[in-house]
Every structure is written in C-alpha cells, then in structure tokens.
C-alpha cells in the first residue's frame, strides 16, 4: 500500500561540537562613593593589568545605587518640614581574560585610595 517515496527516510543529524576549554576570568568590581577617586583607581587597576600584558575588558559602568533618606528637621512638631538626603554608589566593572600569576600578584599589592571597595572573583 505504501510506495517507497512515501516511507520516511532517517535524517541524519549533526553532532555538537564539543565546548571550548573554559576560559578563566578574574572579575574586579569597584565601588566607590565619588566617581573621579573611582574612575582613578580602574585607571590604576587597568595600568597594572596591561603592564603585564594582560587582556582586559572594561570597564564597564553599573548602574548607580542610590539611596534616598528622609529625616523630620524638627523632633517633635512640623512633621510637614522634611529635609532629604542621597547617598550614590558608583560601580564599574573589569574583566581580566586568562591572568598569569605576576597579574593576579600585581593587583594584590595594589595600593588604592580609601573609599574604594573591591570584589575579586575567578569566574
């Protein structure tokens, strides 16, 4: 009843390739309440990173955290009279690809200025 032109042929399906070698990354997130003694720092950070050759992306600027206060200027009466306050955290982001050991020793014996808050993950 079936002809052979009807009947399903198997398709043959490719492989996936297999995944590339995972690539470690040092990522270096800065912190930091003023954004020029920020944006100071990443400058020295990416200096001390490129002295040794290494390959970086970045940086790459977060989004600002700000938080917002709201105080009574008075104790007890004039609730109506409110003054409020902001503090903004500015964030920038680094990607170092593939750091030898003098890189990750480098930015070890970095000196920063205060204020300044750094996070170091291998991802």
Do not use: C, W
């Amino acid at each position: 009843m079936a002809t052979e032109e009807t009947k399903k042929t198997p398709v043959k399906r490719a492989r996936k390739a297999a995944a590339p070698a995972t690539v470690q990354r040092l990522r270096i997130k800065v912190r930091a309440y003023e954004h020029k003694v920020l944006d100071a720092s990443v400058r020295q950070i990416m200096d001390t990173a490129l002295r040794y050759d290494a390959k970086i992306a970045g940086p790459i600027p977060l989004p600002t955290e700000i938080k917002k206060y709201t105080v009574n200027r008075s104790t007890f009466v004039y609730k109506d009279a409110r003054e409020q306050f902001e503090m903004r955290i500015h964030k920038r982001l680094i990607d170092i690809i593939d750091p030898s050991p003098k890189v990750i020793e480098a930015l070890t014996n970095l000196s920063l200025p205060s204020g300044v808050t750094i996070d170091v993950k291998m991802v």
